[in-house]
């Protein structure tokens, strides 16, 4: 090529560009309302297309009414945010609105001072408006760093036909011995008892957590937290381990449990490959969205059970594990990102969402039109709840939270007994306090 | 593009005019050079590798979560617990296990390929590009590959079991068999790169040699074995360097397929480092991890080309 026709060719391409810009300047400034004075990052977990385009809509109506502001989506997967959040949090160009599981992790935040304290921004009546656990779990020292979206509860979510064909009863497993007499029912029959996604780790935990709410109580926790008498080496979370062992001994597990991640665990659940999961009542959408037809399993084959009692356990019955999830401000963000979680968790929203089916709402009234038998049950057990538990995995702050995923799947691996694992969480927890 | 290289050409030859261009060199030439083009190389170099080394020196002493500043001192209790973690215990030990399968498994068979495909026989170069392929391959994607073939319900591993009525394999949920099942896909993935080396070392063999010993009727073994070996010595000894480092270095294939797990069964110092450090927001303890690493990469380093690449 010579320079020549180089050179013409350079002309042109730069009159293309300069046209082609002047055209999508001139389209821009054309509709009003695209103009951005605010944008306010919304960062959130959210995998349900369905969900996640019922949230856009919200935020495109907010965009409607607030010209000027902007509100940017932006997705990040569940373990990718977990790691991530630390440094993108001190970045310079941090999420306003982030996802949270309130607990130690919350905790850790706002002592970084990477938070918005919004209280100023909240009146009585809007507070008042959600159930008080749900509130308060994201209140920290007396300050409200933000607003709950859901309530979750963990249980044992069985398929009914799967059951039947070990001959199983789930109205009747109401104790940890009728659970363990069930397992081996199913084992017999050929079905395989529990999914569980062991590679992700903390669904494990749910099993060593709720066996120590059952054994202890509230009580055991909170004197754990206080540092009294052995701290988590105690009675009641050596004898967890022994019972969650009792259960490990039993091979309850789907053959390669401990490579799979939860949402490889909901996919199998949802295929019917196994009898029962434990997980948050989110599995519901998950085993439908995971599994290999899309569909999961119907309605009408699934169940849910409460976790069960075990003898002489000083906790209640009527005692849950689960989350209270919702949403944290970042320290720089607008006072558009706090009005934009007000328009968006309202009665309104929060019933329509509830309705859908995607979660058990937090706002008082909203879980009026809830269909979902398995939904209205949860809500049930969560309204009759004194004492919900938040995940230990969150609760105890990002450090600890991990061992007790680690020493739970150990458990469940065969590779640690009880007495240690109890022992490893203490002393992860003594060098933090 | 013809018109620009016609006006150089003239001015070339005053530039040769001998004894002047050795001045050009000396005199002249270091100075500006070094004014001109190093500090943006030192700049760059300080910020980017010295300056983290010496931060993360400095963290390695302390409590931190990642939030602010660190100013928690405990002095070296992340060292101790490190020494003490069995975890760590596990991934020394399989980075061990990944630089002795590299050097007993992997590098043989690099030089094996690559004495048979050196040669200009037909075909070479298709087998070459094949080989090399895995190479070429992100390791994320190759991970991802992997955990679907040796998935015991959907993958591969399942179906060649199904076929011959065994019960399914799952060999990444195993703890005793994942650290096993990544070590192959570590050979797969990285022979190729070695096999390049030696093939790129072989084909600078003087072709007479082998003439005048195949003359004398030597064996291709003795060929391989007196000509072959010895004068690709510099390059076995680069490629062990490699792999080495490489092994030391290893992560991302891992994480993909097992992230280290079940049980710490398949973790390697960097991917402990991530889980146990960056995961848990202990920057501190990570970063003493990481020194560790660094201190280890660095006597190798040196120590290997001191002594075994003194003379390459």
Not at chain 1, 349 to 357: C, T
Not at chain 2, 132 to 146: N, S, T
Not at chain 2, 220 to 249: D, E, K, N, W, Y
Request: aromatic letters at 12%; charged letters at 15%; a neutral charge.
């Amino acid at each position: 090529m010579t320079n020549r026709t180089f050179r013409r060719r350079g002309v042109a391409a730069a009159a293309f560009v300069a046209a082609t810009t002047a055209l999508v300047a001139g389209s821009a400034l054309l509709p009003g309302p695209a103009r951005a004075d605010t944008t306010v990052k919304w960062l959130h977990l959210e995998q349900n297309p369905s969900i996640a385009t019922y949230w856009a809509g919200i935020a495109k109506a907010y965009e409607a009414q607030h010209p000027g502001v902007k509100i940017e989506m932006q997705y990040l997967e569940n373990e990718a945010y977990k790691a991530k959040l630390t440094t993108l949090l001190q970045s310079n160009d941090p999420p306003d609105i982030i996802y949270t599981w309130g607990g130690g992790v919350m905790q850790e935040q706002v002592k970084a001072g990477v938070l918005r304290d919004m209280t100023g921004m909240l009146d009585k009546s809007y507070a008042d408006s959600f159930s008080s656990a749900a509130w308060n779990a994201l209140n920290y020292e007396g300050k409200q760093w933000g607003i709950p979206m859901l309530v979750s509860q963990v249980g044992f979510f069985y398929n009914k036909e799967l059951m039947a064909k070990g001959g199983v009863d789930p109205a009747a497993v109401k104790t940890w011995d009728d659970l363990l007499g069930a397992v081996k029912k199913l084992k017999a029959a050929g079905v395989t008892p529990i999914i569980a996604g062991g590679a992700d780790k903390w669904p494990l935990h749910f099993y060593w957590s709720y066996l120590a709410i059952r054994l202890g109580g509230k009580q055991a926790f909170d004197d754990a937290l206080a540092g009294k008498g052995d701290g988590f080496a105690s009675d009641t979370f050596v004898k967890a381990g022994e019972l969650f062992k009792q259960l490990v001994d039993l091979e309850p597990f789907q053959p390669g449990f401990l490579g799979a991640t939860a949402p490889d665990a909901y996919g199998q659940f949802g295929d019917g490959k196994g009898a029962m999961e434990f997980m948050g009542n989110w599995l519901y959408t998950s085993q439908k969205t995971g599994s290999a037809s899309g569909k999961g399993i119907a309605d009408d084959n699934l169940g849910f059970l409460s976790f069960p009692t075990v003898p002489g356990g000083k906790g209640e019955p009527t005692d849950t594990l689960g989350g209270i999830n919702g949403w944290l401000v970042t320290k720089k963000a607008p006072d558009a990102a706090i009005d934009f979680l007000k328009f968006f968790i309202t009665l309104d929203h929060e019933r329509e969402m509830a309705a859908q089916g995607f979660f058990i709402p937090v706002v008082k009234g909203a879980d009026a039109d809830m269909k979902n038998p398995i939904f209205r049950a949860v809500a049930a057990n969560l309204a009759a709840s004194k004492y919900h538990q938040l995940f230990y995995d969150q609760m105890l702050g990002p450090n600890v939270g991990r061992v007790v995923n680690d020493v739970s799947t150990n458990i469940a691996a065969g590779t640690i007994s009880p007495k240690d694992a109890a022992q490893q969480v203490q002393d992860a927890w003594a060098l933090e306090h | 593009m013809g018109d620009e290289t016609a006006e150089v050409r003239p001015a070339r030859p005053e530039r040769w005019i001998p004894g002047r261009a050795a001045k050009y060199r000396t005199v002249r030439g270091t100075a500006p050079v070094l004014i001109l083009f190093l500090p943006p190389a030192l700049l760059l170099f300080s910020i980017f590798v010295v300056l983290p080394i010496a931060e993360a020196a400095r963290y390695s002493f302390f409590s931190w979560n990642g939030y602010n500043s660190p100013d928690n001192f405990v002095g070296l209790r992340n060292y101790l617990f490190l020494l003490r973690h069995a975890a760590f215990h596990t991934a020394l030990i399989n980075n061990l296990l990944v630089i002795a399968v590299s050097l007993v498994v992997q590098l043989p068979l690099a030089l094996w390929l690559a004495t048979l495909l050196a040669d200009r026989i037909r075909g070479a170069s298709i087998f070459r590009l094949i080989f090399f392929l895995p190479y070429v391959l992100a390791e994320i994607a190759a991970g991802l590959i992997w955990r679907f073939v040796y998935d015991g319900d959907y993958g591969l591993a399942g179906s060649i079991a199904g076929f011959f009525g065994l019960p399914a394999p799952y060999l990444l949920a195993d703890p005793s068999t994942s650290m096993a099942a990544v070590l192959g896909v570590i050979v797969w993935k990285f022979f190729g790169f070695h096999m390049m080396l030696y093939i790129a070392g072989i084909q600078a063999i003087d072709r007479s040699l082998y003439d005048a010993a195949e003359i004398d009727g030597a064996t291709r073994f003795q060929l391989f074995r007196f000509i072959t070996l010895p004068l690709l010595g510099p390059t076995v000894r680069l490629s062990i360097f490699f792999a080495v480092i490489g092994s030391l270095q290893l992560f991302d294939l891992i994480m993909p397929m097992t992230r280290g797990g079940p049980s710490d069964s398949s973790q390697t110092i960097v991917t402990y480092l991530y889980s146990y450090g960056i995961t848990r927001m202990r920057i501190g303890f990570g970063s003493a991890v990481g020194v560790t690493l660094f201190v280890i990469c660095v006597v190798f380093a040196f120590t290997y080309r001191r002594t075994l690449m003194r003379h390459d």
